[in-house]
Every structure is written in structure tokens, then in C-alpha cells.
């Protein structure tokens, strides 16, 4: 339901009643200013809002490479590849 400014400030309790149901949209002079939402939906939207904040896994990798970084490690150690040919390292001649 919509409602303008001031039918919804003189029904202000019937506006509130109302969110229980459906959110509620507030206009003025035809725009839309405000939705008034039951406290219900706005806990489920601050859990969202965390959740979106949540790092991504490439800020999650920086996180990690900066904590290597501050110990003075530089990554994961890896050995070296042995299952495959690799021109770049085992040919002699691949940067002439």
C-alpha cells in the first residue's frame, strides 16, 4: 500500500499496523521518500547487509599474503614441477 506524507502522519499507528503485513511506501508529490518495513524484515535486512560485507576471497588472499609478508615469508612453498616438460625452464634455448 502506498500512503503520501500526510495521510500517513495522521494515520501513523494504522501505517505501523500495516507493515506487520506488507511493506509500506511513503510518497511525496507522487515520488516515493521513505518505506516504512516491520522490524521483522529489517533484522532480516541487517543480516544480509553483514553477510554482503563479508570479505571476498581475493581480499581474503591479500589478508593472507600480507600476514606472510609481515613474518617475512613470502608464500607457500612449492616444489618444483617434475610431471610435465616445461619449455621455459627445461629448454635451453627457449629465450634465444
Not at 65 to 91: F, K, Q
Request: charged share 30%; aromatic share 10%; proline share 7%.
Amino acid at each position: 500500500m502506498t500512503w503520501n506524507i500526510a495521510s500517513a502522519k495522521q494515520q501513523f499507528s494504522e501505517v505501523v499496523r500495516l507493515t506487520a503485513e506488507e511493506p509500506q511506501a511513503i510518497y511525496n508529490r507522487d515520488k516515493p521518500v521513505a518505506v516504512l518495513i516491520s522490524a521483522q524484515e529489517y533484522e532480516e535486512f541487517k543480516a544480509w547487509q553483514a553477510q554482503k560485507k563479508r570479505p571476498t576471497l581475493a581480499e581474503q588472499f591479500d589478508e593472507i599474503r600480507a600476514l606472510l609478508a609481515a613474518r617475512g615469508e613470502d608464500g607457500i612453498e612449492l616444489p618444483p614441477r617434475t610431471t610435465r616438460y616445461n619449455p621455459m625452464v627445461d629448454d635451453p634455448h627457449y629465450w634465444d
